[in-house]
């Protein structure tokens, strides 16, 4: 089993940056690719942003340009960098881990970010 834990979220204003933090514990062996979805109210959640293999990444395009992923395999960690936030970007933002390419097995519990304008 493999346990993930956001922290980094918060209320901002529209144009601020914000970095959202997620650490892998358990069977971290098992990893192959972490990232981020969010759900906003009333929406399907969506991919954020993913990382597998080191430079292998994929954005939704809504963020292209904004948010950039990152990945720190000794600490079992992702990231996500925010920047030029948006108001349609307030949504629960939830850590992702996948074993296998185009999978997501675990999830965290979710972290709340909300963008006023």
């Known amino acids: 089993q493999v346990h993930l834990v956001e922290s980094g979220g918060g209320l901002v204003q529209a144009g601020d940056s914000l970095r959202l933090s997620c650490v892998a514990s358990?069977?971290?062996?098992?990893?192959?690719?972490m990232g981020w979805y969010r759900q906003a109210p009333g929406k399907q959640r969506e991919l954020v942003a993913v990382?597998?293999?080191?430079?292998?990444?994929n954005y939704a395009d809504s963020v292209k340009g904004r948010f950039t992923v990152s990945r720190d395999r000794a600490k079992n960690a992702v990231y996500l960098q925010m920047n030029s936030l948006k108001p349609e970007d307030t949504a629960v933002y939830y850590c992702?881990?996948?074993?296998?390419?185009?999978?997501?097995?675990?999830w965290g519990q979710g972290t709340q970010v909300t963008v006023s304008s």
């Open positions: 990382m597998g293999s080191p430079g292998m990444t």
């Open positions: 358990g069977d971290t062996f098992k990893i192959h690719l």
């Open positions: 992702a881990a996948g074993v296998l390419p185009g999978r997501t097995d675990y």
